[in-house]
Nanobody, 116 residues
Framework: QVQLVESGGGLVEPGGSLRLSCAASGFTFSNYAVSWYRQPPGKERELVASISSLRRTTTYADSVKGRFTISRDNTKNTAYLQMNSLKPEDTAVYYC?????????WGQGTQITVSS
């Protein structure tokens, strides 16, 4: 079955960096686009970044452009989100997602807290 497992979250000071990983299994990872979403406390889940399957075209939310970088390693069935220059407003639970057969598959999420 499809499984997505995020890791790499934690507590970081403003201006710091973290790299999140999304390890995939149960499907042919290279065939699917991957997206990262986040849900800040008390707010709705929002799209952060996406990367396509083959051409690796990337898109970003305006709020993270120039600070976050999405990438993938199809040999490792893993997607990444490199987050630099973190701000307190980046505090959220971060999720990765794929769409397969018109069904959304989500990981369990990983908490990022940006605070001094």
């Amino acid at each position: 079955q499809v499984q997505l497992v995020e890791s790499g979250g934690g507590l970081v000071e403003p201006g710091g960096s973290l790299r999140l990983s999304c390890a995939a299994s149960g499907f042919t990872f290279s065939n699917y686009a991957v997206s990262w979403y986040r849900q800040p406390p008390g707010k709705e889940r929002e799209l952060v970044a996406s990367i396509s399957s083959l051409r690796r075209t990337t898109t970003y939310a305006d709020s993270v452009k120039g600070r976050f970088t999405i990438s993938r390693d199809n040999t490792k069935n893993t997607a990444y989100l490199q987050m630099n220059s973190l701000k307190p407003e980046d505090t959220a639970v971060y999720y990765c997602k794929i769409i397969r057969g018109s069904i959304d598959y989500w990981g369990q999420g990983t908490q990022i807290t940006v605070s001094s």
